[in-house]
Structures are given as structure tokens and as C-alpha cells.
């Protein structure tokens, strides 16, 4: 395709360190989507040219890479960050130079920034939905467990607040591992956790590390049946990398699952599995990297401009018919509407979806309406 010219947009996801398997598929993801751009003629014949940094699963080379892509590469968006740690290293960076954020991942919400489009979900499309399955099927005494950084602090306390003020349940304990923790660090978590038996466990564990937890818990020979994992990051990545067989049984609340029977999702996925199959397992975070890319690239055709200013009013505006279903930006908040789901790992390795809601849900970073009964569509 001969182009007329290029659009380059930075892409920071981590290659290597602890979040290298969740943060590949988001980079993945991310190239799958620029490529079906580029296929297609590129945003108004301009050819989109990604400018990729590892950042190595560590915040302060996330914002130097933010820089750095900002002032030697000139480009005016990034894609990019995973965990909440990184997100807040790029976030002031982003401002101060007036550039663009797009965030692929779920977070612990209560943020807002002129600079920042967030695709993942919010608490009230997903911790809101995974407690009132939880507590309903198998009671209201949770304990937690999560990598020691701030999105598991925030996303337990939520947890914490959602059972006890909606089911008249509890916090029965609250346990952190570090982010590189390997199976002997879980190893008298998972005791504790047999010691006080919760009606469900909650897992913030993020990472390589999640593994270690799960493959802890049914060396313990801890059975998901009564007592299952409940989780936001536990996706098909890491259900990959710890096997069905510790993985089957236990639940993650997200938007999307590779499970879902659409003809758009079964395309997407048959496409990928063309392009890019062997490198990568694709999940939640890979799909809001792929579908960000693509609200991204109508926004700049109808703007002509990737320039923030230009380019936001369209943003806006911008709806996509993404793997999980209809997906638009909400002007008042700059987080995604999105489709909340909840499956349950099986023998396959995938997630049967056990629930999910009929229309894709508003997003309420800040939990204004603060009930349970809120967001669930029934
Ligand atoms: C996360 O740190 N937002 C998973």
C-alpha cells in the first residue's frame, strides 16, 4: 500500500518482568488492531507507524518512555501501562505535555484525567457484578489476597465495602505478596486461608506471580467447588500459564472472554490466530488494546488530526462493534461503556460464562450510585 504519509504512536506495554505475559497480549493486541488499520488504508491514507518501548514491568521507565516518546519521537498518543503503578508514573507526564493516554486495563477507578482514555473496566463493571455473584452462590465471608501496589489496596477495599455494606458480610482476612512472589510465598497464605475458611477468596494478585497463588492453593488440595478464587486479572494469560487443572472450577468477572460465541468475536479471534496465534493468549486486556486502537483511528479520521484538542470532541463520540459487543466512550468520565460478564474456568482452559449482563453498563469510576443493584442489569 503506498501511503502518503505516517502517523507514529507510541506503544509502551512490558515484554519482560512480572507482567510480561498479560502485557504481551496487550501489546499484541495493540499491533493486531494497527495492522487492520494499516490494511485498510491507514487513517485517511496515512500508514499508523508504532514506536514500541519495553518498560520491564517497572513504573519510572514507564515515564521515562512516556518522555521519551513524547520529545524525541513527537508522537501525540501512547497506548499503553498495566498496572496502576505504571498508569500513575505516565499520567503526569501525559499532562504536562497536553498528549494522550489510552489505558487498556481494568483498574481500581476514582481517576480522572483530561489526558486519559480508560477501556478497561471500572469497579461498578466488575467488582460490583463479581460480589453479588459471590455472595449470593456462596456466601458473604471473603478473604483476600493480592501484589503488593495500589490497585490491589483500593480494589480490596472495594471488595471489603460491596460485601459488608450490600450482604452483611465480612473481611475475614487481607494478606499481600510482593510482585515477583514465587509458590513458597503463598505457602502459609493458603494455610491461613484453609485455618479461617472464607466462603470465597478474592484475588488481586497480579502477574507472573498469579500462578503461584492458584498452584499453592490446590497443592493444599483446596476445592474451588466450596471455596472458589474470585479474581478481575485472572484471565485466559494465566489460566494458560498455570494449567487447567489448577485453574478449573475458579471465577474472573470481565467484559470479555474469548468464550463468547459472537460471529465478530470468532472472526477476531480466527484473525488473530492467523497474524499472531503462537505469541500470544488472548484476554480482557488484549481486547481493550485492540478495540482502543480502533475508537482511536475513527476518532483521527473524522478529526483529521491526532492532536488532542482536534481529536477528543470525536473521540467522544466514537463507538465500536468490539469483540465483546458495543463499546463507546462516556464524555463526563472518559472511562468505556462496556459489557460486564462472569465466567467460571472449565476443563478446556476457557471460561463458561456464567453471567452477563443484557447491555453494555455505563461507567462510575467514583461509585456515585453506590448500591449494589445499581449496575446489575437483570
Ligand atoms: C491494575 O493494576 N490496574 C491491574
Known amino acids: 500500500m503506498a501511503y502518503t504519509e505516517t502517523v507514529k504512536v507510541g506503544v509502551l506495554f512490558s515484554e519482560t518482568g512480572v507482567t510480561s505475559a498479560i502485557e504481551s497480549s496487550q501489546l499484541y493486541g495493540t499491533l493486531f488492531a494497527i ?70 486495563t481494568l483498574y481500581e477507578g476514582f481517576e480522572y484525567s483530561e489526558n486519559v482514555i480508560y477501556t478497561g473496566a471500572a469497579p461498578n463493571q466488575n467488582s460490583v457484578q463479581l460480589a453479588d455473584f459471590m455472595t449470593s452462590n456462596f456466601g458473604a465471608r471473603v478473604y483476600q489476597v493480592g501484589s503488593n501496589y495500589i490497585y490491589p489496596y483500593e480494589s480490596n477495599r472495594i471488595m471489603s465495602d460491596l460485601v459488608s455494606q450490600y450482604r452483611g458480610g465480612a473481611k475475614v482476612g487481607e494478606r499481600y505478596v510482593r510482585l515477583d512472589a514465587t509458590e513458597c510465598d503463598f505457602t502459609e497464605i493458603v494455610e491461613d486461608i484453609r485455618a479461617t475458611s472464607p466462603d470465597f477468596i478474592f484475588s488481586t494478585v497480579v ?45 474472573t468477572a470481565a467484559p470479555y472472554f474469548c468464550s463468547i460465541a459472537s460471529a465478530t468475536n470468532r472472526a477476531c479471534l480466527e484473525k488473530f490466530g492467523r497474524m499472531f496465534g503462537c505469541e500470544t493468549v488472548p484476554n480482557a486486556s488484549w481486547e481493550a488494546a485492540y478495540f482502543q486502537v480502533h475508537l482511536f483511528a475513527r476518532a483521527m479520521c473524522a478529526a483529521g488530526s491526532a492532536d488532542i484538542e482536534t481529536l477528543m470532541p470525536e473521540l467522544l463520540r466514537s463507538k465500536f462493534d468490539a469483540p465483546q459487543g458495543p463499546v463507546s466512550i462516556d464524555p463526563s468520565t472518559h472511562h468505556t461503556h462496556l459489557n460486564p460478564r462472569i465466567g467460571r474456568v472449565n476443563r478446556e482452559g476457557q471460561f463458561d460464562i456464567v453471567w452477563e449482563s443484557p447491555a453494555p453498563i455505563r461507567p462510575d469510576p467514583y461509585l456515585v450510585a453506590h448500591a449494589l443493584g445499581d449496575w446489575m442489569v437483570r
Open 207 to 251: 502477574g507472573n506471580a498469579t500462578q503461584h497463588f492458584y498452584r499453592a492453593y490446590a497443592r493444599a488440595g483446596l476445592d474451588p467447588a466450596s471455596m472458589p478464587i474470585a479474581s478481575l486479572t485472572t484471565s485466559e494469560s494465566a489460566v494458560k500459564q498455570m494449567g487447567t487443572d489448577i485453574a478449573e472450577g475458579h471465577f
Open 35 to 104: 495492522s487492520e488499520i494499516n490494511d485498510a488504508g491507514g487513517i485517511g491514507g496515512r500508514e499508523l507507524v508504532p514506536v514500541r518501548y519495553d518498560p520491564a514491568s517497572d513504573p519510572a521507565k514507564y515515564r521515562a518512555f512516556a518522555e521519551r516518546l513524547i520529545l524525541t519521537d513527537d508522537v501525540q498518543i501512547i497506548f499503553g501501562c498495566y498496572m496502576s503503578s505504571a498508569r500513575k508514573a505516565v499520567v503526569p507526564i501525559v499532562e504536562r505535555w497536553n498528549r494522550l493516554l489510552f489505558y487498556p
